[in-house]
């Protein structure tokens, strides 16, 4: 039965980025408490914490508070996102019924990977994967991937944070083996993950870039030790790059549609 229970100070906290989100100018700790009809020091307690976190920032010459880049940059990656699989998706379906596998595209947001599109494939065999879910980098060829094409600096981090965890006995579970895998996949283009998550589970990816030769996701196929064989890796691995290619083609087009869009219009 679902809960109705709520939090009174995450509420007041969201009500306070609403409030400044609708206010030009920002807004101060007394307009805040009178706004939400709480007392000042309450909001003045709610607003350092949103500070601290980098939600919201105050302004040196008014005092008044604002949002920060920071939320303006949570929306922008969701709309990014968004936009990206929609634009993926009829490229995904086409590999997914070449392929006959499960397809995923999946972006590198912290310290993980995050499915933002996945198309089942037309066989029987299903897989716990949805759509914002989730991942590690370090054993899965999404992760992979979106590792090894990344920048150094990035790279670097990633790999001396990351914790390793073992989920089966082929899991790379050191910086130094994972550091090989990566130069392996940057030389021959594509991830694999070899039972590295899940036991008789295979996966491949490949990079996808944007028109600007930027990376912005990794786009894979998924199945078993059965569908998956070593024989066919190469053939699965042209129709990836393919889908991947089709859907940097079809992101340029939206951004000349877009381009276009507003000189229509005048």
């Not at 020091?41 to 949103?50: D, E, K, M, P, Q």
């Not at 600007?212 to 070593?230: F, K, M, N, W, Y």
Request: proline share 4%; charged share 25%; aromatic share 6%.
């Amino acid at each position: 039965m679902p809960t109705t229970t709520t939090v009174p100070s995450v509420e007041r906290a969201l009500q306070i980025l609403e409030v400044l989100d609708a206010s030009r100018r920002g807004m101060n700790i007394a307009e805040l408490g009178r706004k939400l009809d709480i007392p000042r020091s309450t909001a003045h307690v709610l607003v350092l914490t949103l500070e601290r976190c980098g939600y919201v920032t105050k302004s040196a010459s008014s005092r008044n508070y604002m949002l920060s880049m920071k939320v303006f940059n949570l929306g922008r990656e969701m709309v990014q996102n968004q936009k990206l699989s929609e634009i993926a998706l009829e490229p995904m379906k086409w590999l997914s019924a070449q392929a006959r596998l499960t397809s995923h595209l999946a972006v590198l947001e912290n310290d993980q990977a995050v499915y933002v599109q996945k198309v089942e494939g037309p066989g029987f065999i299903r897989f716990d994967t949805t759509v914002g879910k989730r991942t590690n980098l370090h054993c899965t060829s999404v992760g992979k991937v979106l590792l090894a094409y990344c920048q150094e600096v990035h790279r670097k981090e990633f790999l001396s944070k990351m914790t390793y965890a073992r989920y089966t006995r082929k899991t790379i579970t050191t910086a130094a083996a994972l550091r090989v895998e990566l130069a392996k996949t940057a030389e021959r283009g594509y991830a694999i993950d070899d039972e590295e998550e899940e036991l008789e589970v295979r996966c491949l990816a490949v990079p996808v870039f944007n028109p600007r030769g930027e990376l912005v996701a990794a786009l894979s196929v998924t199945g078993t030790l059965g569908t998956i064989v070593d024989q066919s890796i190469p053939p699965i691995v042209s129709l990836l790059q393919r889908a991947s290619a089709r859907i940097c083609n079809y992101a340029e087009a939206r951004e000349e549609h877009e381009r276009m869009e507003p000189e229509t219009k005048a």
